[in-house]
């Protein structure tokens, strides 16, 4: 039919009201013969059993003649282009148009009554593979054919799906308990609709809500224009304000939907009309008028008065309006839309900027307009460029681009997302020129703002153009790498030179066995490989995202054929590539460097093309579990299960599964070597995009077929040469492999223990960190240095990928456990390859638990590479700052503590090379001779006193080294020998006279006292006090107690030894309240209280008059008159009754002498004298002292 093939534009906005086309009056002999007029009554008349309520099993008997045209003249014609057609349309045929003409599937009601549904996607691509439904797979795609962008691949069903109401009704979950669908269907079920009403394009009713316990019943008017199974307009007397229709108009279309026959079906009110006479048509007015005289009457009257006049404008124009005939011919034939809320709803998420889950309810309106694409809905493209407007139109893009920072990780997300949907949106296999055009239009005036994001943050030119690998656009690769600026819309701008017309392609995305031909020209000869199946030579992105547009716009059959013809393509590149490879082994081993031969790779790339293969061949192996469509406001996927579909081919020796396809993918994208891409998002959306790929790949089942496939990808990418990151020789910027390879490896253990180990020794290489070297041998033709530059400096992610690379070996380690071969080979890998001492310790740790379970025996082989990794930390740490230092140095003796006796001995003789003198004999050897560490390994005598005579040894050793750290500690150690112990303290008398501190000094000489050494103790005090130099105003000196202490014991040993340190006293100390305080504790008792042998006390005590106290008394006096000269240099009012304190004090030392009260005198006749001018001092001063 001529409808069919017409549509309109997608950009072009949608009628805000409902359709009211105008309706005239042909002569009477035309119409009457469609039927009596008696026939208008009742409900649809004879028509039950071509539309069935959900569960009842259809009637064997074929659909009526009049029902299947009728179908598809009310899915494909305007109404009015049938009027015009057709001068006499029988009431009949009426009937079954306007009947047909509502929506029938309920997955269109559902798609705009919730944000998602779950299981269509899985089950779409899975009935294209096998062999599925019209309504599901969607119309075809023949060579150059534009399929209708209005029409829903659903829309052809003959009704509602059996089962499909209730199994939305029962579905899963409480999720999605507050989603209008849901909503809806309970009060359907509830009986909450009545008064339902079809007249010609208009459905009305009345919906209840049920009484709450705050609120009564609540009844809602609804009304529901809709033209060619679509609904056009809504209307609801609840005043929703939202994206998607309310409860109430789902539940009044579910009921039209369900229970046709139950609703009572009226033709166009312009058809009712024109049966009246003018009696008739006079009552009926004047009842409406009555009925509804508040609203009707003065409107009624305003026409009353237009018609009656002659040059009014209403009577230029033939016919009157009538919003229940349907949509005219010019109307866009489009789902109604809510353009206001629309952009409201995402203006608000934005404004949230990524709080209140914003980012996930953006997200579910993507996946919306994804959704729309896929049921060729053209809402999507309409939507998505309402959500672009107001993207576009964010105040924080100015606000980052002035300031100059980067915006979020979440929104830029949200812009890749965006222009991966444009790209599809251009890539529309059935759309026209004319509305690829006004897209384009559209991208460009967009992408030409400046604050338009770009592609990649800072860098926007460094990726090749999108078309680059098109022999149609080869003209354009020259100039590929010098274009000023890439946004998120480039892609989809330079979408506009691919097409769909290419005969090849054509073939290979309409036909499953589409193969070489038996005589192939020169030129046919690159489209096929050896088995003669079709390749697609494609920039692979490009190629990809075309997957994702026939994917994404409902041609799941489509999409798995290019894929697969994909799949052969790279698979011939990567063993041509390893042919090319051997030829240049030899040569490319003796250099240690190779090319990257992607400069974009895959894994991160804007499209995701690798993604995209791989969710396009698995949901063509997607079992589901309910076949019911099951709606959630936030998607919460359960597992999927998968099985193995054939790949449907033209070649009978190919027995592949679609799945086996995706796993081989899978690996062959992301074994792909590939260089570090610029800036921190593109290096962190590498990672992000990688753990995603890899999330999926662990949903797999590895069975026996995935298992072989899996272990000949991998010795594949071992062979590799540059297109391979697991190669033997890869580049100094390529990305490292460490997260791939240990999904590899856990992934191949079970099943091949040799190529898992072999593969993820292989991928420990960091050759950022491990490569000194140029970037290479610049003599290469090929060479990576002319284009990308070394760029350690700016690896943002490089802390994630050293996380990742220990993560591995410590993957390794765990399964390694009591293999001594393999744990020897782990260990040299990670002494070689990670450069991270804080990791290496942790790996240590991590074997150290792993070998010292509680539950079990010790792994002594897990046990010794701890130790090792232990040790190589001290050696990497001994130079360099390190905070968790004296951590490490704890934990090592403890393992060595595990290890035996001989490990602990091994370390105590290495020390020199693992640890400091401080921590070897604070930490190390004072450990290893501790009473816990004896209990702990059961030691005998002998291998007491071998450890203890090495911790000995260690003690002098550093003494020597550092006397000032470890003198004290050698001390300690070496006490119970008297040799060595001898030795530690000529060692530390040695060092008093060099750079040690009078603080260490005082330490040891009050060990030594402890000890039962006064004498010694005197001699380092001695040593001490020579050190010290304690100012007139330092009264709160830490060492004052030192020097108290020093006194004491000086003054303990007797007479002789307090006037050797008397001298020492005066020489170091000015400060007047400290040496009263000494005076004052010399005086108090008799000196030589010590009790050492050969010595006796006098028992009398020291006069102050007489050596050696005079000579500190002397001192004291004199440090009292230097102090208060310095004092009242710079005194204060408040300090002065301070001050008057520190006179008196001063007075009781002067009076100590005989003719002290005269000396005190005369020092204050001084002061006032000299600070006369300061006259309320001088006045304290007379108050108290005269």
Request: aromatic share 6%; hydrophobic share 35%; with cysteine.
């Amino acid at each position: 039919m001529a409808e069919g093939g017409e549509r309109e534009e997608l950009l072009s906005p949608p009628p805000v009201s409902p359709a009211k086309r105008l309706c005239s009056w042909p002569s009477p002999q035309a119409h009457h013969p469609r039927g009596s007029p008696g026939a208008t009554s009742g409900g649809v008349g004879g028509v039950g059993g071509s539309c069935l309520p959900p569960g009842a099993r259809p009637h064997l008997q074929p659909e009526s003649l009049l029902d299947c045209a009728a179908k598809t003249v009310a899915e494909k014609w305007a109404y009015e282009r049938v009027e015009e057609r057709f001068e006499r349309i029988p009431e009949p045929v009426q009937r079954r148009i306007v009947y047909w003409s509502f929506p029938r599937n309920e997955r269109e009601i559902c798609m705009y009554s919730s944000f998602q549904y779950r299981g269509s996607p899985g089950a779409s691509a899975a009935g294209g593979a096998a062999g599925a439904s019209p309504a599901e797979e969607g119309p075809s795609l023949p060579p150059g054919a534009a399929a209708p962008a209005g029409s829903a691949p659903g829309a052809a069903a003959t009704g509602a799906s059996p089962g499909l109401g209730s199994g939305v009704g029962a579905a899963g979950g409480g999720g999605g308990e507050g989603l209008p669908f849901r909503r809806g269907i309970r009060l359907l079920d509830s009986g909450s609709v009545e008064n339902v009403l079809q007249v010609g394009f208009h459905l009305s009713g009345t919906v209840t809500e049920p009484p709450t316990t705050s609120e009564p019943a609540v009844t809602y008017k609804v009304a529901i224009s809709f033209d060619r199974c679509k609904i056009t307009s809504v209307t609801c007397g609840c005043g929703n304000k939202d994206i998607f229709y309310c409860a109430h108009v789902v539940a009044l279309s579910l009921y039209r939907i369900r229970k046709p026959d139950q609703v009572k079906l009226r033709l166009p009110i312009s058809e009712t009309l024109f049966q009246m006479n003018r009696d008739q048509l006079q009552k009926f007015i004047q009842y409406l008028i009555t009925a509804h005289h508040t609203e009707v009457l003065p409107t009624a009257q305003k026409l009353a008065d237009e018609i009656l006049s002659s040059n009014s404008e209403i009577n230029q124009v033939n016919g009157a309006p009538d919003p229940t005939a349907g949509a005219s011919i010019d109307d866009e034939n489009c789902w109604h839309l809510d353009e206001e809320q629309v952009k409201e709803q995402v203006k608000l998420f934005l404004s949230q900027g990524g709080y209140y889950g914003s980012g996930k309810q953006l997200n579910s309106m993507f996946a919306k307009v994804r959704e729309m694409l896929r049921m060729r809905d053209s809402n999507g493209a309409r939507m998505l460029t309402l959500i672009t407007e107001q993207f576009m139109a964010d105040p924080r893009l100015t606000l980052w681009r002035q300031q100059g920072t980067s915006m979020t990780d979440k929104c830029r997300q949200l812009w890749d997302e965006l222009g991966a949907l444009w790209v599809c949106i251009i890539l529309n296999p059935h759309c026209k020129l004319e509305e690829k055009s006004c897209w384009l239009q559209q991208l460009q005036k967009w992408n030409d703002l400046d604050v338009c994001p770009l592609e990649d943050g800072n860098y926007g030119h460094e990726l090749p153009n999108i078309t680059n690998a098109l022999p149609q656009n080869a003209s354009h690769s020259s100039d590929s790498l010098s274009r000023p600026r890439r946004t998120v819309f480039t892609r989809a701008i330079e979408g506009r030179e691919l097409h769909w017309q290419d005969s090849h392609l054509q073939r290979i995305i309409s036909s499953d066995v589409y193969i070489a031909p038996a005589c192939q020209q020169e030129s046919e000869r690159l489209l096929f490989n050896s088995q003669g199946q079709p390749l697609w030579l494609e920039h692979v992105p490009t190629a990809c995202a075309r997957v994702d547009a026939l994917r994404s716009h409902g041609y799941p059959k489509e999409a798995l054929r290019l894929t697969v013809a994909i799949i052969n393509t790279l698979r011939l590149q990567q063993q041509r590539q390893l042919e090319i490879y051997k030829h240049q082994k030899k040569e490319l081993l003796q250099r240690g460097t190779t090319t990257i031969t992607n400069l974009e790779g895959w894994v991160g790339h804007p499209l995701d093309p690798i993604g995209c293969l791989f969710l396009t061949l698995t949901e063509a192996c997607r079992v589901n579990d309910d076949g019911y469509l099951e709606v959630s406001d936030m998607s919460e996927n359960r597992p999927p299960v998968y099985q193995h579909v054939p790949v449907a081919s033209g070649c009978p020796n190919s027995h592949e599964s679609y799945l086996s396809l995706a796993l081989e993918v899978a690996l062959m994208g992301m074994g792909q070597q590939r260089v570090m891409p610029e800036g921190l998002y593109a290096q962190d959306k590498v990672c992000r995009n990688e753990e995603q790929l890899l999330s999926r790949l662990q949903e797999l089942q590895l069975d026996d077929e995935l298992v072989q496939t899996l272990q000949k990808q991998c010795i594949l990418l071992l062979e590799g040469g540059p297109f391979s990151g697991l190669g033997e020789v890869i580049h100094r910027e390529s990305v490292p492999m460490h997260t791939f390879a240990k999904y590899l490896f856990s992934a191949l253990l079970p099943h091949d223990p040799d190529l898992s180990y072999k593969l993820a020794l292989r991928a420990m290489r960091l050759p950022v960190l491990e490569n000194s070297t140029s970037a290479g041998d610049t003599s290469h033709p090929h060479h990576m240095v002319s284009v990308v530059p070394s760029r350690y400096p700016r690896w943002f992610t490089l802390g994630h990928l050293e996380s990742q690379q220990c993560e591995l070996a410590s993957t390794m380690l765990t399964a390694a456990k009591g293999d001594t071969l393999r744990l020897r080979t782990i260990l040299e890998a990670i002494q070689k390859h990670i450069h991270s001492s804080s990791l290496i310790f942790k790996l240590a740790q991590d074997a150290f638990k792993i070998a010292t379970p509680t539950d079990s025996s010790t792994d002594s082989t897990l046990l010794n590479v701890a130790l090792e990794l232990g040790l190589q930390v001290m050696r990497m740490t001994l130079s360099t700052l390190n905070w968790r230092r004296r951590e490490m140095v704890r934990w090592l003796v403890t393992c060595a503590t595990e290890v035996g006796v001989r490990a602990l001995v091994s370390i105590l003789q290495s020390w020199y090379t693992l640890f400091t003198p401080t921590e070897a004999t604070s930490i190390v050897a004072a450990t290893a001779v501790s009473h816990t560490t004896i209990l702990r390994l059961s030691l005998d005598y002998p291998q007491r006193e071998e450890l203890a005579s090495c911790a000995r040894t260690l003690a002098l050793q550093c003494a020597m080294k550092d006397p000032q750290s470890c003198a004290l500690s050698a001390l300690t150690l070496c006490e119970k020998d008297h040799i060595a112990f001898e030795a530690a303290y000529q060692i530390a008398i040695d060092a008093a006279a060099g750079g040690m501190t009078h603080s260490q000094l005082f330490t040891i000489a009050r060990y030594m006292e402890l000890r039962g050494y006064p004498l010694r103790a005197f001699k380092l005090a001695s040593l001490a006090m020579s050190h010290l130099n304690l100012a007139y105003n330092q009264d709160t000196h830490p060492a004052i107690n030192d020097v108290l202490w020093a006194c004491a014991l000086s003054h303990s040993l007797g007479k002789n030894e307090l006037a050797a340190l008397i001298p020492l006293v005066v020489k170091s100390v000015h400060c007047a309240t400290v040496l009263s305080d000494i005076l004052r504790r010399c005086t108090v008792t008799a000196p030589g209280l010590a009790g050492i042998p050969g010595r006796r006390s006098s028992g009398k005590l020291m006069s102050t008059d007489k050596a050696p106290l005079r000579q500190l008394l002397d001192a004291t006096i004199n440090a009292y008159i230097n102090t208060t000269h310095s004092r009242l240099t710079h005194i204060s009012p408040r300090h002065y009754g301070e001050f008057i304190e520190f006179l008196s004090k001063a007075r009781e030392t002067f009076l100590l002498p005989q003719d002290g009260h005269l000396q005190f005198a005369q020092f204050i006749d001084n002061l006032k004298q000299i600070y006369k001018g300061k006259k309320k001092l001088m006045l304290l001063v007379r108050e108290r002292f005269g």
